[in-house]
């Protein structure tokens, strides 16, 4: 396994910051946020001078019932060789959902905007696995997964997190990128015991480890990436690095940037804890060796997959509908936590349209957020973010709001730059070209 050393979350905002912290082995950069033929001044200078650069996405669902999609794979793969990365990392989650093709109730496919849990269970493991491989064929670089953070549980769950885990690791080869935080976080949130789970680990799978800081609400782990790194989260490092010697260990911010000092000291206490594994750790028994990608074969039939597959669709949209439509919850779930997770994932939703496109916020003021948490309630995101802004901003012009004229005017000649042009048809198209127009007019 190759060694990566410490490393820090690649972010415009600290880009600067990055360059001039000491130690500063590797990055990991948001491979969605990344144009291989236009990468940031600061990120190229990284490179220049020998930093390894490691892509780490976020939207491919391999957890999901739908096998990979084949374009998102193929720019994970170009950001991987643009940037020279000896692996990619992604998650074990799935962001989207939707029923089978040729189900009588069949809609578009729901996006999350988030991630979430997949059910430890047999069928799911199966489906995992099958989109793992077929990931595997089409990445350049080795691939590594991460444990997540989650809110909620799945009721009925047949596998504890270590033997999930290691389970797809024995069928697929695929490496893992152990989030300390995230295991801290399923401790608060769904009791369990990080020592049990890196007890059942494939330690030698282990690419690198994310650390990052949280907050407790109400008795719910927040796993924010906008706090301090915890003592409880630098605790779960030391339990990992009593077991093994990670090969990279890399702290994640996203947001409330601290200054430069603040983030040196952080992976200071990053660097005391890793420095103090037992020389040994690397070489402790009981834990299996990762195979190669050829173990694939060991993978089940197709037919069975296509069953799984199936079962695993009506679940998670069952569970994405109660999230983010306003659908009944399922059987077994905890009530109070998905409305937990709801309000999370609208949060986020809120938040993420806001910065693809600021000029909502400045518009609308302060009636940004509360109108947008009204429009998304009962509308789930189907196209994205950048669709999502728009298809808010044709909500507002067809009520012809906001109410002020020269806001609206200015709605509409935002919209309008950013839609192109379209079909006038009768209904809501209607309605909206005439919004737009009367708002152009002032009226």
């Known amino acids: 396994m190759r060694r990566l050393g410490t490393g820090i979350g690649w972010r415009p905002e600290i880009a600067d910051d990055i360059e001039r912290l000491p130690g500063i082995d590797w990055v990991e950069v948001v491979a969605e946020n990344i144009c291989p033929g236009h990468l940031p001044d600061p990120l190229r200078r990284l490179r220049e001078r020998g930093t390894t650069v490691v892509p780490h996405g976020v939207s491919l669902g391999l957890g999901g019932a739908e096998r990979p999609d084949a374009g998102r794979l193929a720019a994970l793969a170009e950001r991987a060789e643009a940037l020279g990365s000896p692996l990619v990392t992604e998650h074990i989650a799935f962001v989207r959902a939707g029923l089978p093709k040729g189900e009588p109730s069949a809609a578009p496919t729901t996006e999350a905007g988030h991630l979430l849990p997949v059910p430890r269970t047999r069928d799911a493991l199966d489906v995992l696995c099958e989109n793992v491989r077929i990931a595997q064929e089409s990445l350049p670089v080795p691939l590594a997964l991460e444990n997540i953070a989650a809110l909620i549980a799945w009721p009925d769950e047949e596998l504890t997190e270590g033997q999930f885990l290691s389970e797809l690791v024995e069928r697929t080869g695929v490496r893992l990128l152990i989030d300390v935080a995230n295991l801290h976080t399923n401790r608060v949130n769904r009791g369990e015991d990080p020592a049990a789970t890196l007890d059942e680990l494939p330690t030698s799978a282990i690419a690198y480890v994310h650390v990052a800081g949280g907050v407790e609400r109400d008795g719910v782990w927040h796993d924010s990436h906008a706090h301090p790194v915890t003592q409880p989260v630098l605790d779960v490092l030391a339990e990992l690095c009593a077991r093994t010697t990670p090969p990279g260990v890399l702290l994640e911010r996203d947001e409330n940037f601290p200054a430069a000092e603040e983030l040196a000291a952080e992976l200071d206490a990053i660097r005391a804890v890793t420095a103090k594994a037992a020389p040994a750790a690397s070489a402790m028994p009981g834990a ?150 009367l708002a152009l007019l002032g009226r």
Do not use: C
């Open 288 to 437: 299996p060796t990762a195979p190669g990608p050829a173990s694939a074969s060991k993978a089940v039939a197709s037919k069975a997959v296509e069953g799984a597959r199936e079962r695993v669709a009506l679940a998670q949209t069952s569970l994405l509908n109660s999230l983010v439509a306003g659908a009944p919850a399922p059987e077994g779930f905890d009530r109070r936590r998905l409305g937990v997770q709801s309000r999370a994932l609208a949060a986020k939703r809120a938040d993420v349209v806001g910065k693809v496109a600021p000029e909502l916020p400045r518009i609308l003021g302060a009636d940004y957020r509360p109108t947008f948490l009204a429009y998304a309630r009962g509308r789930p995101m189907t196209g994205g973010y950048r669709r999502d802004a728009l298809a808010f901003a044709e909500h507002l012009l067809a009520a012809e709001r906001p109410e002020d004229v020269a806001a609206r005017r200015e709605l509409t000649r935002w919209w309008r730059e950013r839609s192109g042009p379209a079909p006038v048809r009768p209904g809501p198209a209607a309605r909206l070209a005439r919004a737009a127009r």
